[in-house]
């Protein structure tokens, strides 16, 4: 395993779009456990293949509750609204309130090559979306919530 370099800021890789993983074989498992390894030494809670320079649709999540790894993974179910504060190992020192689902569904590959669904809510289901918006190329400062926005969303402030 190996901790690799996160690309950052206005590195143009990360407003490529990522391509589909179409064998799952020692490059990729490697990759998987690099990304591991880089998420937690940078103490991150999700970080998508691109921010480590790699074009393919890989993500590694883990908020707490144990690593969940994803290939060509998609968002098969959306529910709900939450407004909450983001940041992103790649774009240090920046934070917004960003809309995202209360809940989600996603469906990826497992390193067995098998599909798997996975259920988020809260901090998992803004990990989920922040990530694979990362395979399409944006950021969630693109999508940083409006003051409206906020001020409808988080009533309670
Ligand atoms: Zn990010």
Redesign the pocket.
Known sequence: MAIRNIRKEDDEILRKTSREVTDINDRILTLLDDMAETMYAAD?V???AV?VGVLRNVVVIDVGDGLIELINPEIIEADGVQCEIE?????PGKQSYTLRPATVKVKALNREGKWCVYKGEGLKARAFC??L??LNGT??VDKAATKEEISKYRKED
Not at 87 to 91: E, K, N
Request: hydrophobic residues 40%; contains cysteine.
């Open positions: 991150g999700g970080l998508a921010q940041g992103c190992l790649s774009l922040h990530e918006d990362h950021l969630f």
